[in-house]
């Protein structure tokens, strides 16, 4: 086991990329997978890598709500919990997504930055409550409904926030090591408190 960049040792390997490939290309997946750490650690059961991808494909590449939006969600679930992987991930994912910096580092303290309006801030509160193991309340369901029109929109928010919670949650449990060049806890090292 080696040490990743969070300073904590990996529990599971990923596997050599050659070997990832190899384990995607046999279920079907798109062979670039084979290069994210995730996957590679996944890989080494080709079924649970394959389970993740079709879990976030109609979420995070396939979805109907803003990119932007979606983003900051994912950041907001990466803070929260605590996934070092999930917050350098999409640090570096975020800006191709069209959520500038500046943004995604404020979801650390959302409630306090004015550069969130009404959608954001509704969203994010919602992805608030869903962490806390909270139901979302009626009162913000319905701001939910002002700031995502559609009810498409509103049931993919739900489960985008709860398929985050969950890959958090594998994230840290196997320790999965950031990928090459990613830095931990961008923009300035700092983590949540724990």
């Not at 350098?88 to 409630?111: N, T, Y």
């Not at 979302?136 to 559609?150: H, K, R, S, V, Y």
Request: net charge negative.
């Amino acid at each position: 086991m080696s040490a990743n960049e969070s300073g904590s040792t990996e529990r599971v390997a990923p596997l050599p990329i050659h070997a990832a490939r190899e384990a995607a290309t046999h279920v079907g997946l798109p062979d670039y997978l084979a290069e994210i750490n995730v996957f590679r650690v996944l890989l080494h059961r080709p079924a649970l890598a394959k389970a993740l991808y079709h879990a976030l494909d109609p979420v995070l590449l396939h979805g109907t709500i803003d990119a932007r939006l979606r983003e900051l969600v994912i950041m907001r679930v990466g803070w929260v919990t605590g996934s070092y992987y999930e917050w350098g991930q999409h640090w570096h994912l975020g800006p191709m997504f069209g959520a500038p910096s500046e943004d995604l580092a404020a979801v650390r303290d959302w409630e306090h930055d004015d550069r969130f309006g009404p959608v954001e801030r509704a969203v994010l509160a919602a992805t608030d409550v869903t962490l806390a193991g909270e139901a979302i309340t009626d009162d913000l369901w319905a701001e939910l409904g002002e700031a995502l029109p559609q009810e498409v929109q509103r049931v993919e928010l739900v489960v985008l926030i709860g398929t985050y919670q969950m890959l958090s949650g594998v994230l840290r449990s196997l320790r999965v090591p950031l990928d090459d060049g990613l830095a931990v806890w961008p923009p300035d090292g700092l983590a949540p408190d724990a």
